[in-house]
């Protein structure tokens, strides 16, 4: 919520040293109705969440998964100049072809790979809360 001279409320309380003047206005800021050790038992709580919360492994998977995509996206654009040389793609839309073909193919395995896997979760979620 904002506190201007038009909207204002109970919880607007003025800033230190904002007085109307000629040609300014006075401003305001919200009241701090939150109770100290509310606060603290919150910053505590928000302390207690881990950073990662899924296990070391599936980042080390991800990292891995990256690494070769984006080595694989810089090597094609050293190896363009030879490919060209080699295929003798005449214009830049043979080029741009020749190369948005890898990241069609990233886009649609991503796809593929992200629906199979909701559901395996899906199916892994269903089969253990029948089983209790």
């Known amino acids: 919520m904002k506190c201007t001279d038009r909207l204002r409320n109970d919880n607007c309380v003025p800033i230190n040293g904002s007085q109307a ?22 910053l505590a709580r928000l302390n207690r969440i881990p950073v990662w919360a899924l296990p070391k492994s599936f980042l080390a998977i991800i990292g891995i ?10 090597n094609i654009g050293f190896a363009m ?22 990241l069609i193919g990233y886009i649609i395995g991503s796809f ?15 089969s253990c809360s029948h089983s209790h």
């Open 21 to 42: 003047k000629p040609g300014n206005q006075k401003r305001y800021t919200v009241k701090n109705s939150i109770p100290e050790a509310e606060k603290i038992r919150l």
């Open 65 to 74: 998964g990256y690494f070769f995509t984006f080595y694989d996206i810089s």
């Open 81 to 102: 100049p030879a490919i060209n040389e080699q295929f003798h793609l005449s214009n830049a839309t043979s080029l741009f072809l020749a190369l948005s073909v890898g």
């Open 112 to 126: 593929i790979i992200g629906t199979l896997w909701q559901i395996v979760l899906d199916a892994t979620a269903c």
